[in-house]
């Protein structure tokens, strides 16, 4: 790409990495963008990343199927647990992103996403800066795709280097 040359990523095109359960197709990384990677991420049923935040990152989701549990705000309490149940000081609660949903997150922001569904759910992911969640996707997966249950110290020591403060646990069904 140069700079008088854009980036054209037509669909099922992008680099894939994934594990049996879960898949992230890499459309536009720091090689291509100094503001932000983007990414389609498939979330399987029973997933839960569990509630997080960052420090440096921002990040946008755009929910194109399915449905998912989302929370993008700073609890009255943070329960080591549960978050579905957090509520804001203002009064907002986690509420059941459809298709069209956008969630925006700021730097500091407490937020989390679950798949309780029986289906998959698809959704169109933007982080900013690159390239922190494109080496960190690709070691997760490979932690996770090692077949046995997830190595939740491996998880955590990675999600420090790539600053991410796990507040609630990762979980996979």
Same mark, same amino acid.
């Given at each position: ?5 854009g ?15 879960q898949r ?10 100094r503001? =932000? %990677? ?8 029973g997933?839960?990343?569990? =509630?997080?935040?960052h ?5 946008l ?12 705000f700073?609890?009255?309490i943070r329960?080591?647990? #549960?978050w579905?149940?957090?509520? %804001?000081? %203002?009064?907002?609660k986690?509420?059941? =992103?459809?298709p069209? !949903?956008? /969630?925006v997150?700021p ?6 996403? =679950? #798949?309780? !569904? ?7 992911f933007?982080? %900013?800066?690159?390239p922190?969640h494109e ?5 997760l997966?490979? /932690?996770?795709? #090692?077949?046995?249950?997830p190595d939740h110290?491996? /998880?955590?020591?990675?999600r420090?280097?790539?600053? /991410? ?9």
């Amino acid at each position: 790409m140069t700079a008088t040359e854009g980036l054209l990523v037509p669909p099922g095109h992008g680099r894939v990495v994934h594990t049996p359960a879960q898949r992230v197709t890499f459309k536009v990384t720091g090689t291509h963008s100094r503001s =932000a %990677s983007t990414f389609e991420v498939e979330v399987p049923p029973g997933f839960d990343v569990g =509630a997080h935040l960052h420090t440096r990152s921002e990040e946008l989701f755009y929910v194109l199927e399915g449905e998912l549990d989302v929370l993008a705000f700073e609890p009255r309490i943070r329960t080591p647990d #549960n978050w579905q149940k957090w509520q %804001s000081s %203002s009064g907002k609660k986690v509420m059941r =992103a459809t298709p069209g !949903t956008v /969630i925006v997150v700021p730097p500091g922001c407490p937020h989390a996403f =679950a #798949n309780p !569904t029986k289906a998959p759910a698809r959704m169109f992911f933007q982080a %900013s800066p690159p390239p922190d969640h494109e080496r960190y996707f690709e070691e997760l997966l490979e /932690i996770l795709g #090692n077949g046995g249950p997830p190595d939740h110290e491996a /998880i955590e020591a990675l999600r420090k280097r790539y600053d /991410i403060e796990q507040l609630t646990p990762l979980k996979l069904r």
